[in-house]
């Protein structure tokens, strides 16, 4: 994923005058950030970048420009030409010497995998219509990239387990104490993070979505999570929950832990660009279930349950049952 980031920033500085940017990955399902690449001036200022992404309201945030088309969107047209009515520009960019921003939801076959922001220094000229216009064409591309390189990680390996972590982040996002599995978990993550001495980008994006949720959200459909690539082949989740009882105080606790093949499954499903009804049928496979009882389960017929796997395996590259579980689950007989 870094290759794709490199090649696209390059590129990009070839077409337009670029001051600063911002490049993440992002998991499709729940749009938080998987990882994160800022350059200066936009490193030092991530806290303030991610409480106003999840908790201002303000324009043109990454989760709107996701469900939102077109997926590109500039601070000058958003605004209105006044660049004051955003928060982001008035407490972030503007004491960063920035003005424009151009922002694009990396969006590909309705998922999104990533985000990009442009920046130009602080002047009266940002970014030209024809620009966006520029940046609109490119995106779908660099979404198809981010996905492909979902893809050519292959089948889930099985590595050293080391066991569940916690983090712990005061209000202000320091963090307050760290465990050892979270510390050897987390030294797997090569988000492209400018400063290695910092925790993943992911943990404070979770932190922040907590916030935004409620300090008081405790249900799991409240509780923010994203899947997270490591550098010897698996996956890590991470969620994030509020402390309470006495001595908590603010404090956010982020959990990490090794991804199970039920967490990684339906990525790889949307990586494959399965139709809804596609990735029905082969959950359905994997959990064992005959063509016949697809047929009953999903009140479709058998042909048409043919029909389904054979696109599927298409999309994935196989040619039977077996090799699509082994595929998937990284089971081989």
Known sequence: MAAVREVALSS?????????????????????????YAEEPLAAAQALFLDNEFNRGDVNQFAALAHRTPHVADLDNATR????????????????GLGDELRAALVTGGMCWGYLCLHREDGPLGFSPAEAALLARLAPHLAHALRHAVLIRGAPTAPEAHGTGVVLLEADSTVAALTG?????????????????RLPAAVYAVAAALDSTGRDARTPELVPSTRVPTSDGGWLKLH???????????RTAVIVERASASDTVPLALAAYGLTRREAEVTRLVLRG???????????ISVHTVQD????VFDKVGVRSRGDLVGHLLGQHN
């Open 12 to 36: 990009l500085r070839r077409l337009m005058p670029i001051d600063a940017a911002f490049f993440a990955t992002a998991d499709p399902d729940t749009l938080l950030f998987t990882g994160a």
């Open 81 to 96: 030409g006044e660049r004051l009515s955003s928060s982001r520009y008035r407490n972030i960019m503007a004491p960063l």
């Open 181 to 197: 599995p979270a510390e050897q978990l987390l030294s797997l993550v090569q988000d492209g993070r400018a400063n290695p001495s």
């Open 240 to 250: 994030a929950s509020r402390l309470h009882g006495d001595g908590a105080g603010d």
């Open 289 to 299: 279930a005959s063509t016949r009882a697809i047929s009953n389960t999903l009140h």
């Open 308 to 311: 389904h796997l054979k696109m």
